[in-house]
């Protein structure tokens, strides 16, 4: 087994490819600045070395002490014997929102490279050499899974991962979106986490490959996961969006809903939020969604500000004056991504994503869901479909 030297990033990236129908890609971010967090760790909070196994359980590993940590009893890890159990803070993150992680924790974000192969129905892999310390993620596809040859493309993408998980990788972003496969590929992503000298921490047992493959769903989890030497593994029926993690509710409540939203850090806009096109969905707009299963219409107005602010307030009225929403977002001419939002009904940290489309004039605007976090709860932008007019 390789013992990794400290503050070494083990990477990680999810691959996949098929044949089908494509639909079209949610909203990313490939442009957006480094979302890394870096801090250092009490020794308290876990044993002497590297990655370690799944918690309370060994995992096999080189190096190291066996000095058990908090939550469970020394297991060998990546990089070190011991990791007894995970830290007492928040793990890192690349999702926006997160408190601060234990020091000596790193989550670095991806670096906008890419990779393409054109692969047949003889099968291929293609293998992308990702950003931070060159680690490699695969795809490899069988003979049958496409009918002819097709151009396969993956990204790790530079902008924040989904909210509501916690994550072990940056996004992976695999073209052509929602290309189907006729016989599953195996992807194998391996984790973009750093960790100073004595910090350690334990693989979480619920740690899996989640891919969006579908512009009106939501991430799902892999049912064949699995774990490997600092990789998370799967098959792959359908290309799509990839990341490894586990869900952010099965860290301790402070982790991801502060008492308040004011603390959080969640309203501080990203650089570059607002990136140009021949519409700008920057100003202000009257908004009208129909109604969405049990949930009825909805009527709200917004201004969104060049900086990625925006606030709601009564329909058709000063908005200012009536503000009752308010959050950050990121958008260009085709996509629009609540990434905070305090009086939609949801968590603060709980983001959507949607499709923008402009009329000629760009004084109509249609939003069409590609996920939403919330699922069930929004009490506006909610339906599949919204209409927002300009002023």
Not at 68 to 93: E, H, K, L, N, R
Not at 175 to 203: D, H, Q
Request: charged content about 15%; hydrophobic content about 35%; proline content about 9%.
């Amino acid at each position: 087994m390789k013992a990794y030297p400290r503050n070494r990033d083990i990477l990680a990236v999810i691959l996949m490819a098929g044949t089908g129908a494509c639909d079209a890609r949610p909203p990313l971010d490939p442009q957006a600045t480094d979302h890394s967090i870096t801090r250092a760790v009490n020794p308290k909070d876990g044993g002497t070395g590297g990655v370690g196994g799944t918690q309370g359980a060994p995992a096999i590993g080189s190096g190291g002490t066996p000095d058990a940590g908090v939550g469970g009893t020394p297991g060998t890890g990546i990089g070190g014997t011991g990791g007894g159990g995970f830290p007492t803070g928040c793990p890192c993150s690349r999702a926006p929102g997160r408190q601060d992680p234990p020091t000596g924790w790193s989550c670095p974000a991806g670096r906008g490279v890419s990779a393409m192969a054109v692969i047949g129905p003889e099968g291929g892999t293609l293998s992308l050499v990702t950003g931070n310390q060159g680690v490699t993620l695969e795809l490899t596809i069988p003979a049958g899974a496409l009918s002819a040859p097709t151009a396969i493309k993956v990204t790790e993408s530079a902008g924040p991962t989904p909210t509501g998980y916690t994550d072990y990788t940056p996004l992976y972003e695999f073209e052509p979106f929602g290309l189907k496969l006729a016989e599953p590929a195996r992807v194998r992503v391996p984790w973009s986490i750093a960790l100073s000298s004595g910090a350690t921490f334990n693989v979480h047992p619920a740690l899996a490959a989640y891919l969006l493959a579908s512009s009106t769903g939501n991430f799902e989890r892999l049912a064949d996961s699995y774990t490997n030497a600092g990789f998370t593994q799967a098959s792959l029926a359908r290309l799509g969006n990839l990341f490894a993690g586990y869900p952010a509710t099965l860290d301790p409540q402070s982790c991801n809903f502060p008492l308040t939203c004011e603390s959080s850090g969640l309203f501080v806009p990203i650089p570059n939020a607002v990136r140009g096109g021949r519409c700008s969905i920057v100003g202000t707009w009257d908004a009208t969604s129909p109604q969405s299963g049990s949930n009825p219409p909805s009527q709200a107005s917004f201004i969104f500000n060049a900086d990625g602010t925006w606030i709601g307030g009564l329909y058709k009225e000063d908005v200012s004056a009536t503000q009752f929403m308010r959050g950050v977002f990121r958008a260009d001419e085709t996509t629009f991504e609540i990434l905070s939002s305090q009086g939609m009904g949801c968590p603060c940290s709980y983001g959507a994503g949607f499709k923008t489309s402009f009329d000629d004039a760009c004084s109509s605007l249609t939003l069409t869901h590609s996920y939403d976090n919330c699922t069930g709860g929004r009490k506006y932008l909610m339906p599949l479909v919204s209409t927002l007019r300009r002023r």
